[in-house]
Nanobody, 127 residues
């Protein structure tokens, strides 16, 4: 299994942007789905988006579609989450997760679907 490390979190004003990164080590992400989740205080971990490394296919939930974009950087074995038009409700710890799979079309949305997790990066949004 790959090891994941997130970076890019911080404090931003409402309406601003941040770009989170998830760096994988210990192997290539080929054959993996990589997802971003977030968890706000007192709330369950929420699935946001996923990318199929093999074909670049992406899926974004309704909650973030149009504001957040998941993408990959092949040479760096890295996945990004570009977050625009941030709102105070977006404040949370953001996690990336990876699942090794041969499926191309399945959208894995549950925490338990994913085998590898990063330690999280905190995003704070001031109003």
């Amino acid at each position: 299994q790959v090891q994941l490390v997130e970076s890019g979190g911080g404090l931003v004003q409402a309406g601003g942007s941040l770009r989170l990164s998830c760096l994988a080590s210990g192997g290539t992400l080929s054959g993996y789905h990589v997802a971003w989740f977030r968890q706000a205080p007192g709330k369950e971990r929420q699935f946001l988006a996923r990318l199929n490394w093999s074909d670049g296919g992406t899926y974004h939930t309704n909650a973030v579609r149009g504001r957040f974009t998941i993408s990959k950087e092949d040479a760096a074995n890295r996945v990004h989450l570009q977050m625009n038009s941030l709102k105070p409700d977006d404040a949370a710890v953001y996690y990336c997760a990876a699942k090794e799979t041969t499926s191309v079309t399945t959208i894995y949305t549950r925490e338990t679907d994913y085998d590898s997790w990063g330690q999280g990066t905190r995003v704070s949004v001031s109003s």
